[in-house]
């Protein structure tokens, strides 16, 4: 069984800067697509940024970004202990909304990355508020 744990989310204005964490526990594999989701009140749950591992020939480290988070959104991952993070730059009151780690065990990420159904693991979430 795998288990995520979400952390870093906060309070702050408009142009700062938060760093998400998602601890992983379990057993889990190279081949796994992480990803960072996010649901404001009202709306559906989004894609926000994925990344995922494999061979070199393949590519090596992929990193897939939904547009409005290009330039402003990093994501990583620690090998060590497979935990995944989410630097926010340049925030805006409209990122305000409650971030999700998530998995899928059973492949790297692809084109289809931005669809939650895709993922079979997921975080309790840690909400992230920016004001003006």
């Known amino acids: 069984q795998v288990r995520l744990v979400e952390s870093g989310g906060g309070s702050v204005q408009a142009g700062g800067s938060l760093r998400l964490s998602c601890a992983v526990s379990?057993?889990?594999?190279?081949?796994?697509?992480w990803a960072w989701f996010r649901q404001a009140p009202g709306k559906e749950r989004e894609a926000v940024a994925s990344?995922?591992?494999?061979?070199?020939?393949?590519?090596?480290?992929?990193?897939y970004y939904t547009d409005s988070m290009k330039g402003r959104f990093t994501i990583s991952r620690d090998n060590a202990d497979d935990s995944v993070f989410l630097e926010m730059n340049s925030l805006k009151p409209e990122d305000t909304a409650m971030y999700y780690c998530?998995?899928?065990?059973?492949?790297?990420?692809?084109?289809?990355?931005?669809?939650?159904?895709?993922?079979?693991?997921w975080g309790q979430g840690t909400q992230v508020t920016v004001s003006t």
């Open positions: 998530a998995a899928d065990l059973r492949r790297t990420c692809s084109g289809d990355w931005t669809d939650p159904s895709q993922y079979n693991y």
């Open positions: 379990g057993d889990v594999y190279s081949r796994t697509c």
């Open positions: 990344i995922s591992v494999g061979p070199i020939y393949a590519g090596g480290i992929s990193e």
